[in-house]
């Protein structure tokens, strides 16, 4: 069974930086979208961020481009999530989510809405607070 683990989240001041970190465990495709979710208290699911497996592809939310930097570790299986200059508006908790094959792209459809697709997995999240 696939897992995702992620953690890195905490408490920080608007301003502060925050660095995600999540691995995936018995995940056996060799092409996959890996990126994050997060979901604020009273708000629906967005997706945040995602790369295909190949680096080809890489796509930021409005509300974090220029902020946020993805990047991953295809032989560790890991991907991060660099936060900086966070907004208190960024205060969620965050989900690492994979979609494995090569017919999903980055972003898949619905990824914006956090969507997930066929062959795609998400785990337990990690909380970000961002004080004002």
């Known amino acids: 069974e696939v897992q995702l683990q992620a953690y890195g989240g905490g408490l920080v001041q608007a301003g502060g930086s925050l660095r995600l970190s999540c691995a995936a465990s018995?995940?056996?495709?060799?092409?996959?979208?890996i990126g994050w979710f997060r979901q604020a208290p009273g708000k629906e699911r967005e997706g945040v961020s995602c790369?295909?497996?190949?680096?080809?592809?890489?796509y930021y939310a409005d509300s974090v481009k220029g902020r946020f930097t993805i990047s991953s570790d295809n032989a560790k299986s890991t991907v991060y999530l660099q936060m900086n200059s966070l907004k208190p508006e960024d205060t969620a908790v965050y989900y690492c989510?994979?979609?494995?094959?090569?017919?999903?792209?980055?972003?898949?459809?619905?990824?914006?809405?956090?969507?997930?697709?066929?062959?795609?997995?998400w785990g337990q999240g990690t909380q970000v607070t961002v004080s004002s």
């Open positions: 018995e995940f056996h495709f060799e092409d996959y979208v």
């Open positions: 989510v994979v979609a494995g094959g090569s017919a999903w792209s980055c972003p898949w459809p619905d990824f914006r809405r956090g969507s997930l697709v066929v062959r795609s997995y």
């Open positions: 790369i295909s497996s190949s680096g080809s592809s890489i």
